[in-house]
């Protein structure tokens, strides 16, 4: 079986799974990697074919935002996915990092790195929206100033990997 199809048999398999609904620290980290699941799988469909190097990969979190959200009350550690897109010197990591951040669930953050130009590295940052998909923001945004990450959206953001 090769890395993608492991890849998305794993995404199909949390397709399958139903997320507990009570709010459980555990139904959100499910909620959380499942949506980034659902994210690679989407990029991996935009890019397929344009000659950008996409990698998909799993990462082990230590997710220190849900100490006191859960009855041991510690941290949680979870696999959850990556995502890096490369042309040539020029790249867009969206890295998860962390369950919790204020009223935010399911944060992330996207980086559009250009060696070759001003300002070299451009950060954005994603949560997950309340129903489905993503909210997104620049760095100098407030914190309550998220708008929905749509299609146009997400490629007008990474506009410099080109």
Same mark, same amino acid.
């Given at each position: 079986?090769?890395?993608?199809?492991?890849?998305?048999?794993?995404?199909?398999?949390?397709?399958?799974?139903?997320?507990?609904?009570?709010?459980?620290?555990?139904?959100?980290? $499910?909620?959380?990697?499942?949506?980034?699941?659902?994210?690679?799988?989407?990029? $991996?469909?935009?890019?397929?074919?344009?000659?950008?190097?996409?990698?998909?990969?799993?990462?082990?979190?230590?997710?220190?935002?849900?100490?006191?959200?859960?009855?041991?009350?510690?941290?949680?550690?979870?696999?959850?996915?990556?995502?890096?897109? $490369?042309?040539?010197?020029?790249?867009?990591?969206?890295?998860?990092?962390?369950?919790? $951040?204020?009223?935010?669930?399911?944060?992330?953050?996207?980086?559009?790195?250009?060696?070759?130009?001003?300002?070299?590295?451009?950060?954005?940052?994603?949560?997950?929206?309340?129903?489905?998909?993503?909210?997104?923001?620049?760095?100098?945004?407030?914190?309550?100033?998220?708008?929905?990450?749509?299609?146009?959206?997400?490629?007008?953001?990474?506009?410099?990997?080109?």
């Amino acid at each position: 079986m090769s890395v993608r199809e492991r890849f998305f048999k794993k995404v199909q398999q949390k397709q399958n799974f139903t997320a507990p609904s009570d709010g459980s620290v555990a139904g959100d980290i $499910q909620a959380f990697c499942q949506r980034m699941d659902e994210l690679a799988q989407q990029v $991996q469909q935009w890019f397929e074919g344009s000659g950008i190097d996409v990698a998909i990969a799993t990462i082990p979190l230590q997710d220190l935002s849900t100490i006191g959200h859960s009855l041991n009350s510690g941290a949680s550690r979870y696999d959850i996915t990556t995502i890096r897109l $490369q042309n040539g010197t020029r790249s867009v990591s969206i890295m998860p990092g962390q369950l919790y $951040q204020k009223e935010s669930k399911g944060c992330v953050t996207l980086t559009v790195n250009t060696p070759d130009r001003t300002p070299v590295k451009q950060y954005f940052y994603l949560c997950m929206a309340p129903v489905d998909g993503w909210l997104i923001r620049n760095e100098q945004q407030l914190k309550t100033s998220y708008n929905m990450m749509t299609e146009d959206v997400f490629f007008s953001v990474i506009d410099k990997l080109v």
